[in-house]
């Protein structure tokens, strides 16, 4: 839903399909806000009346100042993950950087996760498990009967 902020304007109800996986994000313009969702990136105009989908996968997102694309950030089938920027306009993603599946974006805290792009738009910032695991076999300090 988008909320007026200091007056009693009513809610209104965005009709996100299957609700945003992340938290949503305004466009620059204000004009759009834009949710990640499992089958790709909805957007909805503020007044709630038009709805598209942008790409077909789960990312994680957020808005240059320019508002022409949106970057997403999101796991492919291979197991990597793709930093990319969808055109606003025409859903096409163009792959910018991709990161090997030994990388995994993801906080311990969902969903706390999010893509933050610094003002210039010129890096991003986000958080990353690393999971390491060994397997210890001691020996010799058990009970001896």
């Given at each position: 839903m988008?909320?007026?902020v ?7 109800s ?20 834009a949710?990640?969702?499992s089958?790709?990136?909805?957007l ?78 010129k890096?991003?910032a ?20």
């Amino acid at each position: 839903m988008r909320a007026a902020v200091g007056n009693s304007e009513a809610p209104v109800s965005l009709g996100f399909n299957y609700g945003c996986e992340n938290p949503p994000q305004w466009s620059p313009d204000s004009q759009w806000v834009a949710c990640a969702a499992s089958d790709g990136v909805q957007l909805v105009s503020v007044d709630g009346k038009n709805h598209r989908t942008l790409g077909n996968r789960r990312a994680f997102i957020a808005w240059p100042r320019g508002g022409k694309e949106i970057y997403a950030l999101g796991k492919l089938s291979n197991g990597k993950w793709r930093f990319g920027a969808i055109d606003a306009k025409t859903g096409v993603e163009r792959a910018i950087h991709e990161y090997g599946p030994e990388v995994h974006f993801s906080t311990p805290f969902n969903p706390a996760f999010s893509l933050s792009l610094s003002a210039d738009g010129k890096s991003f910032a986000t958080t990353i498990i690393n999971v390491k695991s060994d397997i210890w076999l001691l020996e010799g300090f058990g009970p001896k009967w």
